[in-house]
């Protein structure tokens, strides 16, 4: 009689099934208590005996005339059983959200407990990779614990919304029972899969955006890398993250970003119409597997810092150092070290330093220089930006726009006796190099241009070097400067 689904008393079909009953009940009439029992008996054995299936229709008569009740009861029969199934199709949802969730904050945990047993702190080392904001104090900056690192305080984060697709550079195909939309769709269980060895994805926008950070959440962590990864702000100037970040590749599995597992990728803010991001296998079963992937544009103060708690070990003499990126000379991050929690002095990475007493404090102040946004050259000027070089001496920089986003710039420069690096990138084919009127050449090794670097044999004078480039590249560096902050990966004080 009883049906293994009703078992649960949890479940939504059968309570409401028997409510509805209830309220029926609740309204018949009868003479004796025995009428009253075997009514009751009666309707909850019907609702039990029914299972999981749907309530059988009154039927309907073949002959004689037609009875409005007969279709009229029957319309309430399937209204009760749709409701009845849209009420349980609910409760299942819910159950799975929470089993979601509560799977979620279990992968949380024991990714903490790893990284706290992986970079726990000893009487020969402290290391603070901003896993525990408990050894953070005065905190202004931001801390993202999820990719490890902390930032300038975040003004806003925007979503972006490229369109997807996959690059002719591919090596493989999508599995049967994937989709590309899964990559952006954010559903629980789906996730694209990509059958094969290489894929590069094209991801394109309507137009040009400013971008800052991807993320890439993995399926099942297995060994992959990122070979290249380049955007464009127009379709003709590329512009390489791997190399502005440092790296030839990035390797991404459950050790990512501090074995979060989530791959989360900073980089210098830049015009993007169009990147490319090419994925290979390192696991050997040419099999990869994505859950979603994230475009944003994330806007930062200006300033802010964050300073330790007291640290009581190690002790004597430490060696100083920090996994950081500094984007030179837009943001920076100055390091201090305290012995009371209020007078600080400036240390630097790589410094050996003799430890007075303990415990100590550390600071970081992050910060953006304004005048590098305002008064940026289309030179770079070693050694210190924007300061003249000692190379050569730029007498005139005039800029002409030429629309569809190019620009052309003309730099007259005089004494040149080492070489100028261009922070553009020339269009292809339109760098000219000339010695007052005659136009030098290239082939012919009047000069050499190699790496945004033009040198000569010998010294000279009365260059004039003409070039188109993007509008939305390096020119547009001021429109940037609310996207720029500097990342602090890591900092460590260890017995030398």
């Known amino acids: ?5 009703y078992t649960d008393p949890n ?10 009953i209830a309220q029926q009940l609740r309204s018949i009439t009868l003479s004796t208590m025995s009428d009253y029992q075997a009514e009751v008996y009666s309707a909850v054995n019907a609702v039990l005996s029914l299972g999981v299936a749907m309530t059988p229709l009154d039927p309907v008569g073949g002959q004689g005339p037609a009875v409005v009740g007969d279709a009229a009861n029957n319309f309430t029969i399937l209204n009760n059983d749709a409701a009845d199934i849209a009420a349980e199709t609910l409760r299942v949802e819910d159950t799975v959200a929470d089993s979601f969730n509560l799977a979620a904050t279990t992968l949380n945990q024991l990714r903490q407990q790893i990284r706290e047993f992986i970079y726990q702190n000893n009487q020969q080392r402290f290391s603070e990779d901003f896993l525990n904001s408990q050894n953070l104090s005065g905190v202004s900056a931001n801390l993202d614990f999820n990719a490890g690192l902390a930032t300038s305080p975040v003004v806003s984060t925007v979503t972006l919304s490229p369109t997807i697709s996959i690059g002719t550079d591919s090596v493989g195909e999508i599995d049967s029972n994937s989709s590309l939309n899964n990559l952006t769709a954010d559903v629980v269980g789906e996730f694209f899969q990509w059958d094969g060895s290489s894929l590069e994805l094209i991801l394109t926008f309507p137009t040009a955006q400013i971008m800052n950070r991807i993320t890439i959440n993995l399926d099942n962590y297995s060994n992959m890398e990122i070979s290249t990864f380049t955007t464009t702000p127009d379709g003709t100037l590329i512009q390489d993250v791997l190399d502005d970040l440092g790296v030839n590749s990035i390797d991404i ?7 979060s597992g989530d791959v989360i990728i900073d980089f210098p803010p ?8 090419v994925l290979l296998d390192r696991s050997g079963t040419d099999v990869i597997s994505i859950r979603n992937l994230t475009c944003e544009q994330i806007s930062y103060s200006s300033t802010g810092q964050l300073t330790s708690i007291p640290i ?5 003499t430490v060696a100083f150092s920090t996994i950081q990126n500094v984007f030179s000379p837009y943001v920076t991050i100055t390091h201090q070290l305290s012995y009371n929690g209020t007078q600080f002095t400036a240390i630097d990475p790589g410094d050996t330093i003799v430890l007075n007493s303990t415990p100590f404090f550390y600071r970081a102040v992050f910060g953006r220089s304004a005048s590098a946004f305002s008064a940026q050259s289309p030179l770079n000027q070693s050694p210190l930006d924007p300061v003249g070089s000692p190379y050569y001496t730029l007498t005139t920089s005039t800029s002409t ?6 620009i052309e710039r003309t730099l007259q420069i005089n004494d040149i006796t080492g070489p100028i690096i261009l922070r553009e990138t020339p269009l292809p084919n339109s760098l000219v190099v000339q010695e007052g009127t005659v136009i030098l050449s290239l082939s012919a090794q009047n000069y050499v241009f190699n790496d945004n670097t033009v040198a000569f044999p010998t010294n000279v004078t009365g260059i004039t070097i003409t070039y188109q480039t993007s509008s939305l590249g390096s020119a547009a560096i001021s429109d940037l400067e609310n996207y720029y902050t500097p990342l602090l990966y890591e900092y460590k004080f260890e017995v030398s």
């Open 401 to 406: 726009p030429l629309g569809n986003g190019i």
């Open 270 to 277: 830049r015009y993007v119409l169009t990147a490319r991001l």
């Open 312 to 316: 009581t070990a190690p002790t004597g």
């Open 253 to 259: 599995d459950g050790t990512s970003n501090k074995f």
């Open 11 to 20: 479940s939504q079909l059968l309570v409401d099934r028997l409510a509805r």
């Open 1 to 5: 009689m009883f049906n293994e689904a």
